[in-house]
């Protein structure tokens, strides 16, 4: 069974630009959940996408907004980057169902905002 | 709010030595997780822990849910390179699905 893909891994843009990352969960996972890690603040939750909808969010401006899919894969887009956007994304997919919600993780896409 | 803390925040020890990581809350968390992540990789799960009291053994590693479900510990037994990691504790809080991480323990096992 394939594990969770992302892509890009690595990328960087200038300020004010805007950025979408890009992530396949696990086959017949539904749950997509996205991260964000800094050294500073470590991993912070964003949101989470379950059958295309939005299931739950975390506390980050409406700059980050994501989508799912009808293949649950899912995406990520920022606006009007930031320095302070500079991380790694994570995303992670699980079943997303009671009982069922190990999460995995994809190895991240590096976000270099210069 | 619920916050995970984690102690200590770094530790670097010699192959062979024994040591324990700490994951404390105010809140209490209906379940705990803990999780390795090694460079340039997602965090991989290692185990979790749902009842209070609860002890879970994988190889030399025991984890340990506080009995007011609060608070965790992670005990490495003859520490291995391999080891060396990122280890951080998540806890599934009482909002829907939403998973808390604590900062990390960064751990550096040398040969």
């Known amino acids: 069974k394939a594990g969770v893909t992302q892509t890009p891994r690595y990328l960087i843009k200038t300020r004010g630009q805007q950025v979408t990352l890009s992530c396949s969960p696990i086959?017949?996972?539904?749950?997509v959940s996205w991260y964000q890690q800094t050294p500073g603040q470590g991993l912070q939750f964003l949101f989470e996408y379950f059958s295309e909808t939005q299931r739950n969010k975390g506390n980050f401006p409406g700059r980050f907004s994501g989508r799912q899919f009808s293949n649950s894969r899912s995406e990520m887009n920022v606006s009007t980057l930031e320095l302070g956007d500079s991380a790694l994304y994570l995303c992670?997919?699980?079943?997303?169902?009671?009982?069922?919600?190990?999460?995995?993780f994809g190895p991240g896409t590096r976000l270099t905002v210069l | 709010t619920q916050l995970l803390e984690q102690s200590p925040q770094f530790l670097s020890i010699q192959e062979g030595e024994n040591l324990t990581v700490y994951c404390n809350s105010s809140?209490?968390?209906?379940?705990l997780q803990w999780y390795r992540q090694e460079p340039g990789e997602g965090p991989v799960l290692l185990v979790t822990v749902v009842t209070g009291g609860e002890v879970k053994k994988l190889k030399r590693l025991t984890f340990q849910f506080g009995d007011a479900r609060k608070d965790s510990s992670l005990h490495i037994t003859a520490a291995q390179p391999g080891d060396t990691g990122l280890y951080l504790c998540?806890?599934?809080?009482?909002?829907?699905?939403?998973?808390?991480f604590g900062p990390g323990t960064s751990l550096s096992v040398i040969p």
């Open positions: 809140s209490v968390f209906s379940s």
């Open positions: 992670a997919s699980s079943a997303g169902t009671s009982g069922d919600n190990e999460q995995f």
């Open positions: 086959s017949g996972h539904r749950s």
């Open positions: 998540a806890g599934e809080g009482t909002s829907y699905d939403k998973v808390i």
